[in-house]
T-cell receptor, first 113, second 113 residues
Framework: KAGVTQTPRYLIKTRGQQVTLSCSPI?????VSWYQQTPGQGLQFLFE???????NKGNFPGRFSGRQFSNSRSEMNVSTLELGDSALYLC????????????FGEGSRLTVL | DQQVKQNSPSLSVQEGRISILNCDYT??????FLWYKKYPAEGPTFLIS?????DKNEDGRFTVFLNKSAKHLSLHIVPSQPGDSAVYFC????????????FGQGTELSVKP
């Protein structure tokens, strides 16, 4: 069974640009969450989607947005990039909303110059 | 407001000895706790979890203890092996927040041969 797949794995952008990251969950999983990991901050919750609906949102500015498609694949977008957005963006999927265990992808490493 | 805290950024242990990783939380609404392990350049992988109705859960070399009155949980690894060297994150979930997990900052464990 294929795991969570994230693309691209690495990317470099400049301030003011925007970026779109993609995530394909484990087959059959309908819930997709996004987390941002920065050194010393652990993993910060961005948002969770289930059946194409955003179910939960973290404390990030409106520049961070996401969506989920009918096949459960998800994208997140960051507009007007800032230097502080440099981080590892992790996508995770789970079978249902109440199941505690998340299965993570390898992440997309974003560097903003 | 850091609801889940791992106060030790790093821990070094000799192979064969016990590793104890600690985690404190502040939100009494948390009802499910998880530990994840992360190797460099990989996404976090689920290790072990515990429901708030239990005080101990064991899986092979890994045991998680929960002390609800102290709002404290710990992960014991016995015996520790060099392959256990990784960053360990504790995470918590509450029923009224859907699937959102709150993560600690992580503890980097180094197991020396």
């Amino acid at each position: 069974k294929a795991g969570v797949t994230q693309t691209p794995r690495y990317l470099i952008k400049t301030r003011g640009q925007q970026v779109t990251l993609s995530c394909s969950p484990i087959s059959g999983h309908r819930s997709v969450s996004w987390y941002q990991q920065t050194p010393g901050q652990g993993l910060q919750f961005l948002f969770e989607y289930f059946s194409e609906t955003q179910r939960n949102k973290g404390n990030f500015p409106g520049r961070f947005s996401g969506r989920q498609f009918s096949n459960s694949r998800s994208e997140m977008n960051v507009s007007t990039l800032e230097l502080g957005d440099s981080a590892l963006y992790l996508c995770a999927s789970r079978g249902g909303l109440d199941t505690g265990e998340l299965f993570f992808g390898e992440g997309s490493r974003l560097t903003v110059l | 407001d850091q609801q889940v805290k791992q106060n030790s950024p790093s821990l070094s242990v000799q192979e064969g000895r016990i590793s104890i990783l600690n985690c404190d939380y502040t939100n009494s609404m948390f009802d499910y706790f998880l530990w994840y392990k992360k190797y460099p350049a990989e996404g976090p992988t689920f290790l072990i979890s515990i429901s708030s109705i239990k005080d101990k859960n064991e899986d092979g070399r890994f045991t998680v203890f929960l002390n609800k009155s102290a709002k404290h949980l710990s992960l014991h690894i016995v015996p520790s092996q060099p392959g256990d060297s990784a960053v360990y994150f504790c995470a918590a979930k509450s029923n009224n927040q859907g699937g959102k997990l709150i993560f600690g900052q992580g503890t980097e464990l180094s197991v020396k041969p």
